[in-house]
């Protein structure tokens, strides 16, 4: 008599093994569902005569280069995954193993698939301060999770930090309402400054966006809350992911 094992309903942890969130840098493995969750994201906050055009491929090549040739070494891209059980590696056999960055608890590291990104780099507004202001240029989740995106911001802050930025910024759109209730609750807050990006073949306007910002040092903490620094002129940023969202 031939005994059949029991039909697989649903991939079980085996004994010691925990689903893992974890938030890393990004590998050019990561760049196709970092595009499809760019697509899904910004759907949801450009006009529809935009939104309809976005291509996931094309998103997805813009960020293979943020990936694999940044502009600086200053300039990266995070990953955060979820649903691992084992150590992450990198795909190529990376000898120096896995890079894990996140301030906030999220686990051991593990490989899963990613559900979300953000990427950080030197602020490039007029009134920036060179080497002094890092800016966060995107910001997306799979799902609207408070949690997962305020894991991503914490990654992205200590990021800059780590990087030798001592404050951060970040552009919100007028209709984000998750994203900025979870950078304020995080310490993040207006500055003052406020543009409207040119949206080329868009019928609305443009797209309107405030500025918050933080302190990532303890003296900048204590002192950024008072600094004023006024609107910024229209525009944006020829970037993957300029508008955070």
Excluded: K, N
Excluded at 171 to 195: F, I
């Amino acid at each position: 008599m031939t005994i059949e094992p029991p039909a697989q309903t649903a991939a079980q942890p085996t004994s010691g093994a925990i689903p893992q969130r974890t938030v890393r840098l990004a590998w050019a493995a990561d760049v196709d569902a970092i595009g499809a969750i760019q697509v899904t994201a910004l759907r949801e906050t450009l006009p529809p005569e935009l939104a309809a055009d976005l291509d996931a491929g094309l998103l997805a090549e813009a960020w293979r280069r943020a990936v694999t040739t940044p502009p600086s070494a200053r300039h990266r891209v995070l990953v955060a995954t979820e649903g691992g059980t084992g150590p992450d590696s990198h795909p190529d056999g990376h000898p120096d193993g896995p890079t894990v960055i996140a301030a906030a608890d999220l686990g051991t590291s593990g490989s899963g698939r990613v559900v979300g990104f953000t990427a950080t780099a030197p602020a490039e507004d007029p009134d920036a301060v060179d080497g002094a202001d890092g800016e966060v240029l995107a910001l997306h989740t799979a799902r609207e999770d408070d949690d997962l995106t305020g894991a991503l911001l914490a990654a992205a802050a200590d990021t800059l930090e780590a990087d030798g930025f001592s404050r951060g910024q970040l552009w919100v759109g007028a209709t984000q309402d998750g994203l900025r209730r979870v950078a304020e609750g995080a310490g993040w807050s207006p500055d003052g400054a406020h543009r409207r990006l040119d949206l080329p073949a868009a019928t609305s306007g443009g797209l309107a966006q405030v500025r918050l910002h933080t302190g990532l040092t303890d003296e900048d903490a204590v002192t950024s809350g008072g600094r004023d620094r006024g609107p910024v002129a229209s525009g944006g940023h020829d970037r993957p992911g300029g508008a955070a969202g």
